[in-house]
Nanobody
Framework: VQLQASGGGLVPAGGSLRLSCAVSGWRVSSVSLAWFRQAPGKEREFVARLKKDGSTFYSNDSVRGRFTISRDYAKNTAYLQMNGLTPEDTAVYYC??????????????????WGQGTQVTVSS
């Protein structure tokens, strides 16, 4: 199983980015998917997750109102659409997948397969 994250870059505050996570070895329709991020000098934190049944969860109200996690069955790819970006969103973003249905954040941490990360930088 391999995950390849892409789509990061440098954007001004208020801008948008769509991160992609191409998955090989598993079907995105059959696994739980998630995005995490790690800002400089901080621990990695959960951002969003998508259960096999399609239900979504976000880390907090701020993220929920601006970010959207989704998947494309045909492309076998997960996405994180990010709108209204702020400098506080600057981080390396990682996608993760696990075959555990309805996986919790801790289960992603312990059992998940991870992509290599993509850098998102938001300028003020």
């Amino acid at each position: 199983v391999q995950l390849q994250a892409s789509g990061g870059g440098l954007v001004p505050a208020g801008g948008s980015l769509r991160l992609s996570c191409a998955v090989s070895g598993w079907r995105v329709s059959s696994v739980s998917l998630a995005w995490f991020r790690q800002a400089p000098g901080k621990e990695r934190e959960f951002v969003a997750r998508l259960k096999k049944d399609g239900s979504t969860f976000y880390s907090n109200d701020s993220v929920r109102g601006r970010f959207t996690i989704s998947r494309d069955y045909a492309k076998n790819t997960a996405y994180l659409q990010m709108n209204g970006l702020t400098p506080e969103d600057t981080a390396v973003y990682y996608c993760a997948a696990t075959s555990i249905a309805g996986a919790t954040v801790s289960q992603f941490e312990r059992f998940g397969r991870w992509g290599q990360g993509t850098q998102v930088t938001v300028s003020s």
